[in-house]
């Protein structure tokens, strides 16, 4: 049981790599809980869950590229921007810039 960071849903979530899994990348700043139904958008949409934080690009470092994650607060569920790092926790942020 847990919440899905992407939707807020309460219930079964999956452990999610957000770049591809690869030797030496199961690092906390890396993984993120995804509902099974959010899992799948990520798999099936891979450049729009790029863009909207939910991935990472394989040439991306994951403690450096912003996501966004559902939180609770004084008006209810919301996405903000966060950077997740090693220790398991993260830093707000804001809505990365993608210029190429």
Do not use: I
């Not at 030797?23 to 993984?31: D, E, F, H, K, Q």
């Amino acid at each position: 049981m847990g919440r899905c960071v992407r939707c807020g849903a309460v219930g079964t979530v999956q452990r999610d790599h957000r770049q591809n899994r690869m030797r030496g990348n199961t690092v906390a700043s890396n993984l993120q809980a995804l509902c099974p139904r959010c899992h799948q958008f990520k798999s099936e949409h891979p450049m729009l869950a790029t863009e909207e934080g939910w991935s990472v690009p394989r040439w991306g470092v994951p403690s450096s590229w912003p996501a966004q994650r559902m939180v609770c607060g004084p008006h209810g569920l919301h996405l903000v921007w966060v950077l997740y790092d090693d220790l398991g926790g993260c830093a707000r942020s804001t809505r990365p810039r993608r210029d190429g």
